[in-house]
Every structure is written in structure tokens, then in C-alpha cells.
């Protein structure tokens, strides 16, 4: 969607200077929408106003910063809305008011994020929500989604494909899909972590680390096992129990109404797949009171206590004091991420121990007087009720310890009522922004349970200095768990919980006798330079009722380490998982818990295993069960092998955590040969390996035929002692694949290719650079490409050679996203096949002449600027003598905007700035000009030089090539 982000970008600059006289003038034309029953921040369109006023107010709507004080809600009604195209920004609501999202339809256009940070990610797309809407994006586009958390999307029918990132797939923090059709394929790509729930999808690929679905048509299988991280899938057929968000829609007659649906258990799909409000009740507007900022907290109260409910319309609501709801079955709506800040040191909102209390759609501020909780439901230490056939349900609540302002809490969430439900829940001391450091947003825990069978679906707590979530109610499940450790812990002596080091992420009390989780992740960075230690990422009780299945510690970056991924509250039995830290990143425990009592013996040796091949790629493994010690829970790694009589160790375990006595090994190559050894493991320790299991993969089914000669090969040289091949895909035989390329090198024309001059095999990218070469010597070269049936024909024989050894010329040049160039077209050089590289992708590439003239003797051939790499990206080039000095030429040319100010962005080479903001367009002075910039660098200890491109004031880079000399 890189052409589709430009658009916007355009409009909204046209159009600025316009949207400003219309804010100056509030009750212009383009903001006449906002004169509504829900006061200035609200605008409600129907189909009677124009496609553009729609779009220039959006686009100014859309534009708040991330710790912005303005809050907005866009409401549709029903109807169809053709050619609207907007981001949806911070503090930025849409919805449709239909009774169904179908009734409320964005046709060829979208409502979408996919907007970047300065590294082009999008792990700050913070609070911004879409609602009850239907949408099909613009023929050839696909709608995208690229948030992380505190960003909700709920009841919305997507009618095609739907990405959970930006154009370039940059990194993603996680979110929340619920109630919502998507007809076409999800993918996730560079998104962490994600939740989906009670939804219906075509299909769903990509991921990271942890990503759960809880009555989902169309999710992925449950992954088993979980351990190996390849596929770390959680899926259960129904979500236990849930209450939807309640939701304003019109009727007929335009009359407002707020509909609360009803309980729901062991669900699955869409709350309105059959169409109209689904199984609920229809709040009259007139049952609600709908405040302002302005509307004082004795109003508010004085409301509440009389039985009414209650609208908050987008704003900041500063109160000394709290807002009491004391009724049962009161409905408190936020519009526009309503904000509550309590001014005073007590709770933002409380809630009594009654039946069916709806919170929904609020954010919650953490005020200048530490508050000791921030929402109460229920009484602390009263007695409590059942209210299982009536829940409170908290519903797309978040909370902020500093970042927007400056402010404390003991603790962000207290449950103190039975049988609540939390759907979709972001509870963050802040990691940046106002007042984030160890000693000023002070906050010890996010979430404090003490009722009994609470449910939390969806649920992300990041960065308090204690325990993130503290768990004592018997009875509890949480679905979806996301959570960073504090980054900013300064030593280790100031995170102790006891003599145990830290504080587990997720804490279940040592008297808790029955609860279950699933899709656990816990994530550690440490970031002052301190090694810091986490004993787990989850401590919990040894009991039989006690659960989790797939949990996963996570080192992102920093120093020190999480011991183990899950604990138990004694840290001596029952621990699982392996480190996480910067060697061995991950950690994944399949399953845990069940056991009765303390573990005290390791387990026996695992049985003789036995191993089967079962196609070219898989390879079944079954072993004898082992004998668990009295009191332990057994699980198994798995290890493998190419070589026989192997020592099991961490760069061979392939999965842990393994609850059954066999494995499926999948992904392997053909005709190959794996050895494997089994542990079994408990909460005491590893047993020894087992004896050693081998089979050999099937030769790759009906492939029947050797590939066809590769063709195109061509050979250029990059410098004096290296010359880059590249060379077209080979289109396999029917029912094979092409597993590999083999290169050929001679100084003698018309060689024979033969295991005396074969220079690299199984190679499996369609380039090649060969180094070491000698200075103005020619090089010929063939390639054969390989099946599992055989090697092909050897391809035509290409030719280059070397530069002087004395010439000055390049130690390499790179065509960023285009082929080998040689130098008859002009220039300084010849350019390899793009190499080196990690994102970023491929820019359309034009055909239009690139004037190289202003660009002088430095200029590349015109090639190389017709084809560039666009992104967010990095190169790494090798092989160079540490800490050597080179010149490093960087080639660029403005192929696609047609105005200065359009693409702005920055280059560093080995850490160091070098360019920021740049423009290509007003560097050249035009379209379609060449330009050059030229640096000095010293090659790292490791003998590289680095160059990275981020993203800078405006869309993203756009890079032809590189030299370095």
C-alpha cells in the first residue's frame, strides 16, 4: 500500500491550509457533523455530506500526536459511503451506527494505519479503535491494520484481505481482533504477538512469538508443539465465556440507542452472523447521562446513584474524586477515548460488587497524588457474591503510569467481585514520554485478582516495578497474555522479590488451588547496562488444578536474563523452560502444571526411541515414556542430528516441553540421514539421553526428472579480487523442487563443470559473489541447478574480469534490488546482483532515463538507479580488514515523488548519522536525476560496514546503490 500511504500524504498537505480556516471558523460547513447530542468531539456523518469534507476533516483528525490531549469519535450512519480513505490516528474512534456492520459500508476506500515511527515501525500505534463497520478497500489494495496495543477492532466485516502491519512489515507490538468478519487472508507479519476472538477468517499466517484465537472459524491449527516456535499458535474452538462491548447505533428514525449484549458462553463466531443487534437490550439514549469534561463528578455520581447510565464523550476528565457506580447493570460507555485522571490520590472509577456492570471504552490516567488503585471493582476484603449469570465486564479499558502526564499508583486494576470479565485490557507504566524513570511514574502492579473465576481475554501489562499481574482468586483464566518486564530496573539489589531475583511477570499466589492460561508471553529488556536477573517469567503453585499451556519468555534486547519461563511459587520444584537471554533468545514450555505435590527426582531415561520417515520432509519419533518422580510433571526435549553419535546440547535441541512420548519433525531436507536423542525432563532436573534413533527422508516423492539448465547467468566484477554472478529461476519438474544451485569456476574457457572446479553448492538465492580472486584475471563460470532427483545441465558459460590491483576501484558495489550491471553503459563501476541486505523491499522500477550527468565521474550506470530498494533496511557488508578506512558512495534518485518535501529520511553508517532528513528530489533537482553522496568510514571489529536507512520527517526510503572502496 506504499502508493495508497502517498496519496494520503498528499491530500492531507493540499488540503491543510484549508482544514486550519475551517478550525478557526468551528462552525463551518466541514464541522457542522460535530453539533450533536454528544457535544464538540464527536462527529457523526451521514450520506447526505460530501466524500471530500468527510476526508479533509478526517485527515485533520487524524493527525494527533502520541501523548496529544485532543480525543475524538467519528460515528457513520447507515448507509454507503464510497472513496473515504483516512488514517485512523491516536485518540481517534470510528464506527458505524448500524445495527450491524454491514449496514454501515466504506466502499472503495478505507479507514486504516499504517502511518511509521523514525525506524519505520509501528510499535507506537497506540489507543485508536475501529467499530460496527463494513469495509472493501480499493480494487488491488488490501485494508491494513498496523497497530499495537491499546488499539481495538471489534464488529467490523472486512471484505477482502487484512494486514496487521505496514507496507515495509515493520515491527509490530500486538492487538486485538474481536467479533469481526475478514473474507479474505489475514497476515500478521512482523506482529509479535496477537489475539483474535470470536471471529471468522479465510485464513491467518505470519507471526512471531505467541499468537492466540479463541472461537475463531478459519484459525490456524493449534500448534503442536508449541516448543519449537515455528508456529506458535494457540487455539481453542470457543471462548469460554464473554459479554460483547455495548455499542451506540440509530434506528430508523434516527433515535440513539446503546445495545448491551447478553452473556455469552462457550461461543464461537461473530455475535451478529445472523444478522441485526444479536441477543441483548436495547438501552433508550434517555437512559443515559452524557457528560463533558465540563459535567462536574457530583453530577456524574448523582446520576449513577439514581439508576442512570452513563455516555463520557471524548476528552480529559480531571475529578478529585471518584466516579461511584453503585447500581447493578449500569452501562458506562467511553467515546474517543474518554480519559480519566484523578487529580487527588484516589481511584478513577470504582465499581460495587453487583451484577452486570458494563465498562467500556475508557482510558485511564494515573494522576499527580499516587493513587492506590486507579479501578475497583468490588469491595477490598468484603464479603462477595456469585455473579456468574450476570458478570461485570470490562471491556477495551487502558491504563498509563506517566507518559502523557505525570502521575502514580500502587496498583492499576483491583478485582475484588466474583465472575468479572476483562476483554481486551492495556495496563502500561510508561517506557517513554512524561516522568518515565525508575523513581517518578512509580507503579507496583496493573492487575490485582481477588475475586474467584475471573476471565481476562486478551490482556497486555507492561513495565510496573512489581509483580504486572498478581493473581489470588481461585478459579481464574486468562486467554492471551502479553507483558514487558520494567525496562528501567538500576540494579538488582532494587528488584528483589524476597531472596527470589525479580519479579515474575505473571503471578499466581501460593494458595491458589485451580487456574488456567494459555498464550502466555512474558519479554525482557533490561536497558541500563545492568544485568538483571528474572528468576521466571511466571511463578505459580504445584497443584493439580494449576495450568498453563504455551508459554513463552521472550530476551528482546539489553542485558541480564529470564531463568526460566515458568516457576513455582517455592522456585526449588517444577521449573520449566530454558534461559532466556542474548544466546539463546526464546524460551517455550508447551504445557505445565497438573501435578499434586512437590517434585523431588529427576526422571527416568526415556525409552529406545524409534524414528520413521514418513515423506521427503518429515520424520515421525516415538520412545518409550519415562517414569515420573513422585510429585513431577514429565516433559521432553527432543535433539538432532546429521551426524551420528551426537551430544545432545542447546545448538542441536530442536523442541522442549514436549508432553507426549512422540514427534513429528517436519521441514527437513530429502534424502538425508537425522540422528535423535531424547531427555526427559521434570521439575528436579534432566534425565540422561536416551539411546539414538535415526531414519532417512523419502527422495522427494514422484520427482522423477532433473531440472532444466539455469539460464541468464551473467558475471560482473565488483572490484580486484571479486566478481558477483546472478542468474534466473529454474521452474522445477513437475512434483519436484528446485533445492539448490551449484557454481562453477574456471580461468579456462569451455571448461567442464566437476567436483575440481566446483566452487559453491546449495546455494539458494539466484546471486553469488566470489572473493579471493586475483586482480585482472578473467573468471568463467557455470551453474547447475538440483533436485532430488539430480543436477541439471550446466547453464551457459559467463565470463568476467577482475580490476587492477592497482586501480583504486571498488571492494564492492551493490544494484539495490536489481540484477548485475557491467560498466559498458558508463560509470566508475560494475555493480553486483543486490546482496547483504536485511528489509526493506523491492521500489517499482522504472524505465525512464536517469540522468547521470550532474552526478559526475561518481555516477553508477543508468541501470542501477532504475531499480531501488524502498523501506526500512539495513546493509552489512563483509570482508573487510577491521577497523580499515574506506569511502562509502551512496547512489539515489527520486523515482516516483515529483516535489521536494515529499520523501525525507535518514542514513547511518556504523551507528553514526550521516544524512537526516534527506531529500533526494531538492539534493538533485529534479525527477529522474542522478545524485551521489559520498562518505568516509572505518570498517567495525568485525570487519563490516553497516549502513542502515530509516524512515524521517515523510515516507520511507528509496536507495538505487552503494560502493565502498
Given at each position: 500500500?506504499?502508493?495508497?500511504?502517498?496519496?494520503?500524504?498528499?491530500?492531507?498537505?493540499?488540503?491543510f491550509?484549508l482544514?486550519l480556516?475551517?478550525?478557526?471558523?468551528w462552525?463551518?460547513?466541514?464541522?457542522?457533523?460535530?453539533?450533536?447530542?454528544?457535544?464538540?468531539n464527536?462527529y457523526?456523518?451521514?450520506?447526505?455530506?460530501?466524500?471530500?469534507?468527510?476526508?479533509?476533516?478526517?485527515?485533520?483528525?487524524?493527525?494527533?500526536?502520541?501523548?496529544?490531549?485532543?480525543?475524538?469519535?467519528?460515528?457513520?450512519?447507515?448507509?454507503?459511503?464510497?472513496?473515504?480513505?483516512?488514517?485512523?490516528g491516536?485518540?481517534?474512534s470510528?464506527?458505524?451506527?448500524?445495527?450491524?456492520?454491514?449496514?454501515?459500508?466504506?466502499?472503495?476506500?478505507?479507514?486504516?494505519?499504517?502511518?511509521?515511527?523514525g525506524?519505520?515501525?509501528?510499535?507506537t500505534?497506540?489507543?485508536?479503535?475501529?467499530?460496527?463497520?463494513?469495509?472493501?478497500?480499493?480494487?488491488?489494495?488490501?485494508?491494513?491494520?498496523?497497530?499495537?496495543?491499546?488499539?481495538?477492532?471489534?464488529?467490523?466485516?472486512?471484505?477482502?484481505?487484512?494486514?496487521?502491519?505496514n507496507?515495509?512489515?515493520?515491527?509490530?507490538?500486538?492487538?486485538?481482533?474481536?467479533?469481526?468478519?475478514?473474507?479474505?487472508?489475514?497476515?500478521?507479519?512482523s506482529?509479535?504477538q496477537?489475539?483474535?476472538?470470536?471471529?471468522?477468517?479465510?485464513?491467518?499466517?505470519?507471526?512471531?512469538?505467541?499468537?492466540?484465537?479463541?472461537?475463531?472459524?478459519?484459525?490456524?491449527?493449534?500448534?503442536?508443539?508449541f516448543?519449537?516456535?515455528?508456529?506458535?499458535?494457540?487455539?481453542?474452538?470457543?471462548?469460554?465465556?464473554?459479554r460483547?462491548?455495548?455499542?451506540l447505533?440509530?434506528?430508523?428514525?434516527?433515535?440513539?440507542?446503546?445495545?448491551s449484549?447478553?452473556?455469552?458462553?462457550?461461543?464461537?463466531?461473530?455475535?451478529w452472523?445472523?444478522?441485526?443487534?444479536?441477543?441483548?437490550?436495547?438501552?433508550a439514549?434517555?437512559?443515559?447521562?452524557?457528560?463533558?469534561?465540563?459535567?462536574?463528578?457530583?453530577?456524574?455520581?448523582?446520576a449513577?446513584a439514581?439508576?442512570?447510565?452513563?455516555i463520557?464523550?471524548?476528552?480529559?476528565?480531571?475529578?478529585?474524586?471518584?466516579?461511584?457506580?453503585?447500581?447493578?447493570?449500569?452501562?458506562?460507555?467511553?467515546?474517543?477515548?474518554?480519559?480519566?485522571?484523578?487529580?487527588?490520590g484516589?481511584?478513577?472509577?470504582?465499581v460495587?460488587?453487583?451484577?452486570?456492570?458494563?465498562?467500556a471504552g475508557l482510558?485511564?490516567?494515573?494522576?499527580?497524588?499516587?493513587?492506590?488503585?486507579?479501578?475497583?471493582v468490588?469491595?477490598?476484603?468484603?464479603?462477595r457474591?456469585?455473579?456468574?449469570?450476570?458478570p461485570?465486564?470490562?471491556?477495551?479499558?487502558?491504563?498509563?503510569?506517566?507518559?502523557?502526564?505525570?502521575?502514580?499508583?500502587?496498583?492499576?486494576?483491583?478485582?475484588?467481585s466474583?465472575?468479572?470479565?476483562?476483554?481486551n485490557?492495556?495496563?502500561?507504566?510508561?517506557?517513554?514520554?512524561?516522568d518515565?524513570?525508575?523513581?517518578?511514574?512509580?507503579?507496583m502492579?496493573?492487575?490485582?485478582?481477588?475475586?474467584?473465576?475471573?476471565?481476562?481475554?486478551?490482556?497486555?501489562?507492561?513495565?510496573?516495578?512489581?509483580?504486572?499481574?498478581?493473581?489470588?482468586?481461585?478459579?481464574?483464566?486468562?486467554?492471551?497474555?502479553?507483558?514487558?518486564?520494567?525496562?528501567?530496573?538500576?540494579?538488582?539489589?532494587?528488584?528483589?522479590?524476597?531472596?527470589?531475583?525479580?519479579?515474575?511477570?505473571?503471578?499466581?499466589?501460593?494458595?491458589?488451588?485451580?487456574?488456567?492460561?494459555?498464550?502466555?508471553?512474558?519479554?525482557s529488556?533490561f536497558?541500563?547496562g545492568?544485568?538483571?536477573?528474572?528468576?521466571?517469567?511466571?511463578?505459580?503453585?504445584?497443584?493439580?488444578?494449576?495450568?498453563?499451556?504455551?508459554?513463552?519468555?521472550?530476551?528482546?534486547?539489553?542485558?541480564?536474563?529470564?531463568?526460566?519461563?515458568?516457576?513455582?511459587?517455592s522456585?526449588q520444584?517444577?521449573?520449566?523452560?530454558?534461559?532466556?537471554?542474548?544466546?539463546?533468545?526464546?524460551?517455550?514450555?508447551?504445557?505445565?502444571?497438573?501435578?499434586?505435590?512437590?517434585?523431588?527426582?529427576v526422571?527416568?531415561?526415556?525409552?529406545?526411541?524409534?524414528a520413521?520417515?514418513?515423506?521427503?520432509?518429515?520424520?515421525?519419533?516415538?520412545?518409550?515414556?519415562?517414569?515420573?518422580?513422585?510429585?513431577?510433571?514429565?516433559?521432553?526435549?527432543?535433539?538432532?542430528?546429521?551426524?551420528?553419535?551426537?551430544?545432545?546440547?542447546?545448538?542441536?535441541?530442536?523442541?522442549?516441553?514436549?508432553t507426549?512420548?512422540?514427534?513429528?519433525?517436519?521441514?527437513l531436507?530429502a534424502?538425508?540421514?537425522?540422528?535423535?536423542?531424547?531427555?526427559?525432563?521434570?521439575?528436579?532436573?534432566?534425565?540422561?539421553?536416551?539411546?539414538?534413533?535415526?531414519?532417512?527422508?523419502?527422495?522427494?516423492?514422484?520427482?522423477?526428472?532433473?531440472?532444466?539448465?539455469?539460464?541468464?547467468?551473467?558475471?560482473?566484477?565488483?572490484s580486484?579480487?571479486?566478481?558477483?554472478?546472478?542468474?534466473?529461476?529454474?521452474?522445477?519438474?513437475?512434483?519436484?523442487?528446485?533445492?539448490?544451485?551449484?557454481?562453477?569456476?574456471?580461468?579456462?574457457?569451455?571448461f567442464?563443470?566437476?567436483?575440481?572446479?566446483?566452487?559453491?553448492?546449495?546455494?539458494?538465492?539466484?546471486?553469488?559473489?566470489?572473493s579471493?580472486?586475483?586482480?585482472?584475471?578473467?573468471?568463467?563460470?557455470?551453474?547447475?541447478?538440483?533436485?532430488?532427483?539430480?543436477?541439471?545441465p550446466?547453464?551457459?558459460?559467463?565470463?568476467?574480469t577482475?580490476?587492477?590491483g592497482?586501480?583504486?576501484?571498488?571492494?564492492?558495489?551493490?544494484?539495490?534490488e536489481?540484477?548485475?550491471v557491467?560498466?559498458?553503459?558508463?560509470?566508475?563501476?560494475?555493480?553486483?546482483?543486490d546482496?547483504?541486505?536485511?528489509g526493506?523491499?523491492?521500489?517499482?522500477?522504472?524505465?525512464h532515463?536517469?540522468?547521470?550527468?550532474?552526478?559526475?565521474?561518481?555516477?553508477?550506470p543508468?541501470?542501477?538507479?532504475?531499480?531501488?530498494?524502498?523501506?526500512?533496511?539495513?546493509?552489512?557488508?563483509?570482508g573487510?580488514?577491521?577497523n580499515?578506512?574506506?569511502?562509502?558512495l551512496?547512489?539515489?534518485?527520486?523515482i516516483?515523488?515529483?516535489?521536494?518535501?515529499?520523501?525525507?529520511?535518514?542514513?547511518?553508517?556504523?551507528?553514526?548519522?550521516v544524512?537526516?532528513?534527506?531529500?533526494?528530489?531538492?539534493?538533485?533537482?529534479?525527477?529522474?536525476i542522478?545524485?551521489?553522496?559520498?562518505?568516509?568510514?572505518?570498517?567495525n571489529?568485525?570487519?563490516?560496514?553497516?549502513v542502515?536507512?530509516?524512515?524521517?520527517?515523510?515516507?520511507?526510503?528509496?536507495?538505487?546503490?552503494?560502493?565502498?572502496?
Open positions: 500500500m506504499k502508493n495508497r500511504t502517498s496519496r494520503l500524504k498528499v491530500m492531507s498537505r493540499l488540503l491550509c482544514t480556516v475551517a478550525l478557526l471558523f462552525g463551518s460547513s466541514a464541522f457542522a457533523q460535530n453539533s450533536t447530542i454528544f457535544g464538540p464527536v457523526v456523518y451521514d450520506t447526505t455530506y460530501s466524500i471530500s469534507s468527510i476526508n479533509t476533516t478526517l485527515a485533520t483528525l487524524a493527525g494527533n500526536a502520541q501523548f496529544s490531549t485532543n480525543r475524538y469519535a467519528v460515528f457513520f450512519k447507515p448507509g454507503t459511503y464510497s472513496g473515504v480513505e483516512s488514517q485512523v491516536f485518540y481517534m470510528a464506527a458505524g451506527l448500524g445495527t450491524s456492520p454491514t449496514a454501515t459500508a466504506i466502499t472503495n476506500g478505507y479507514l486504516t494505519v499504517n502511518t511509521t515511527d525506524n519505520g515501525n509501528v510499535t500505534n497506540f489507543w485508536r479503535s475501529l467499530e460496527n463497520i463494513a469495509i472493501t478497500a480499493p480494487s488491488g489494495d488490501t485494508l491494513q491494520w498496523g497497530v499495537s496495543q491499546g488499539a481495538d477492532f471489534r464488529r467490523v466485516q472486512v471484505n477482502g484481505g487484512l494486514e496487521l502491519t507496507t515495509s512489515c515493520g515491527e509490530a507490538s500486538g492487538g486485538f481482533i474481536g467479533d469481526s468478519k475478514i473474507t479474505g487472508a489475514v497476515n500478521a507479519c506482529q509479535q496477537w489475539y483474535t476472538r470470536n471471529s471468522s477468517v479465510a485464513s491467518f499466517a505470519g507471526n512471531v512469538w505467541n499468537f492466540v484465537f479463541s472461537g475463531v472459524s478459519g484459525a490456524p491449527a493449534n500448534s503442536n508443539p516448543a519449537t516456535g515455528s508456529s506458535s499458535m494457540t487455539t481453542l474452538a470457543t471462548t469460554p465465556v464473554v460483547e462491548k455495548p455499542y447505533y440509530v434506528d430508523s428514525g434516527g433515535n440513539y440507542f446503546v445495545f449484549p447478553s452473556l455469552l458462553t462457550n461461543s464461537s463466531g461473530a455475535d452472523s445472523n444478522g441485526g443487534l444479536g441477543a441483548g437490550t436495547s438501552l439514549i434517555s437512559t443515559f447521562l452524557i457528560a463533558t469534561p465540563s459535567t462536574s463528578l457530583a453530577t456524574i455520581n448523582s449513577l439514581s439508576g442512570k447510565n452513563l463520557l464523550t471524548p476528552g480529559i476528565y480531571k475529578y478529585s474524586g471518584a466516579i461511584n457506580v453503585t447500581n447493578a447493570k449500569t452501562v458506562v460507555l467511553g467515546l474517543g477515548y474518554a480519559d480519566l485522571v484523578p487529580q487527588t484516589t481511584a478513577a472509577l470504582t460495587a460488587d453487583v451484577d452486570g456492570v458494563q465498562i482510558l485511564i490516567d494515573a494522576g499527580p497524588v499516587n493513587s492506590p488503585v486507579l479501578l475497583e468490588g469491595v477490598k476484603g468484603g464479603s457474591v456469585s455473579h456468574a449469570s450476570n461485570t465486564s470490562i471491556s477495551d479499558v487502558n491504563f498509563r503510569i506517566g507518559g502523557a502526564t505525570a502521575g502514580t499508583a500502587t496498583v492499576a486494576t483491583e478485582i475484588d466474583d465472575n468479572v470479565i476483562i476483554d485490557m492495556w495496563s502500561w507504566r510508561a517506557d517513554h514520554g512524561t518515565a524513570s525508575w523513581t517518578g511514574n512509580v507503579a502492579n496493573g492487575l490485582v485478582v481477588n475475586g474467584d473465576n475471573v476471565t481476562a481475554l486478551g490482556l497486555a501489562v507492561e513495565h510496573y516495578e512489581a509483580e504486572q499481574v498478581v493473581w489470588n482468586g481461585n478459579g481464574g483464566e486468562t486467554i492471551f497474555y502479553q507483558s514487558e518486564m520494567p525496562y528501567d530496573v538500576p540494579s538488582q539489589a532494587a528488584w528483589m522479590n524476597g531472596s527470589v531475583d525479580g519479579y515474575a511477570s505473571y503471578n499466581v499466589a501460593p494458595a491458589v488451588t485451580t487456574h488456567q492460561a494459555y498464550g502466555i508471553g512474558v519479554y529488556y536497558s541500563q545492568v544485568a538483571i536477573i528474572a528468576n521466571s517469567g511466571i511463578s505459580a503453585p504445584v497443584a493439580a488444578g494449576v495450568t498453563f499451556e504455551h508459554a513463552v519468555t521472550v530476551f528482546l534486547a539489553g542485558s541480564g536474563q529470564i531463568t526460566y519461563t515458568l516457576a513455582s511459587d522456585s520444584a517444577d521449573n520449566a523452560g530454558t534461559v532466556a537471554e542474548s544466546g539463546s533468545i526464546t524460551s517455550f514450555v508447551t504445557n505445565w502444571g497438573g501435578s499434586g505435590g512437590s517434585c523431588s527426582s526422571p527416568s531415561v526415556p525409552g529406545t526411541p524409534s520413521t520417515a514418513t515423506s521427503s520432509s518429515a520424520i515421525n519419533v516415538t520412545w518409550g515414556a519415562s517414569t515420573a518422580g513422585s510429585g513431577c510433571t514429565v516433559s521432553y526435549n527432543v535433539y538432532r542430528s546429521t551426524t551420528s553419535g551426537f551430544t545432545p546440547g542447546s545448538g542441536n535441541l530442536i523442541a522442549s516441553g514436549v507426549t512420548a512422540s514427534y513429528s519433525n517436519t521441514g531436507a534424502s538425508t540421514t537425522y540422528y535423535y536423542k531424547i531427555e526427559a525432563v521434570d521439575g528436579d532436573g534432566s534425565s540422561a539421553a536416551s539411546a539414538q534413533a535415526s531414519a532417512t527422508t523419502q527422495s522427494g516423492g514422484s520427482c522423477s526428472a532433473a531440472p532444466s539448465a539455469p539460464t541468464g547467468l551473467a558475471a560482473a566484477a565488483t580486484s579480487s571479486a566478481i558477483g554472478l546472478n542468474w534466473s529461476a529454474v521452474t522445477p519438474p513437475a512434483n519436484c523442487t528446485i533445492s539448490g544451485y551449484s557454481v562453477y569456476r574456471s580461468t579456462t574457457s569451455g567442464t563443470p566437476g567436483s575440481g572446479n566446483l566452487i559453491a553448492s546449495g546455494v539458494t538465492s539466484l546471486s553469488y559473489t566470489n579471493g580472486l586475483a586482480a585482472s584475471t578473467t573468471y568463467y563460470y557455470k551453474v547447475e541447478a538440483l533436485d532430488s532427483y539430480g543436477s541439471s550446466a547453464s551457459a558459460q559467463a565470463q568476467a577482475t580490476q587492477s592497482g586501480s583504486g576501484g571498488d571492494f564492492i558495489a551493490i544494484n539495490f536489481g540484477p548485475a557491467n560498466n559498458s553503459g558508463g560509470g566508475d563501476a560494475s555493480f553486483a546482483a546482496e547483504d541486505f536485511t526493506g523491499g523491492a521500489s517499482t522500477p522504472t524505465t532515463s536517469i540522468s547521470t550527468t550532474a552526478a559526475g565521474a561518481n555516477a553508477a543508468m541501470a542501477v538507479y532504475q531499480t531501488q530498494r524502498d523501506g526500512t533496511f539495513t546493509y552489512t557488508i563483509p573487510m580488514v577491521a580499515s578506512q574506506h569511502t562509502v551512496l547512489h539515489f534518485a527520486e516516483y515523488f515529483t516535489a521536494t518535501g515529499k520523501r525525507e529520511f535518514n542514513v547511518a553508517i556504523n551507528g553514526t548519522n544524512l537526516t532528513n534527506f531529500d533526494v528530489y531538492a539534493a538533485a533537482g529534479g525527477e529522474y542522478a545524485v551521489v553522496k559520498t562518505f568516509t568510514a572505518t570498517a571489529s568485525s570487519g563490516q560496514i553497516v542502515a536507512f530509516t524512515s524521517g520527517a515523510d515516507n520511507q526510503p528509496s536507495v538505487a546503490g552503494l560502493e565502498i572502496r
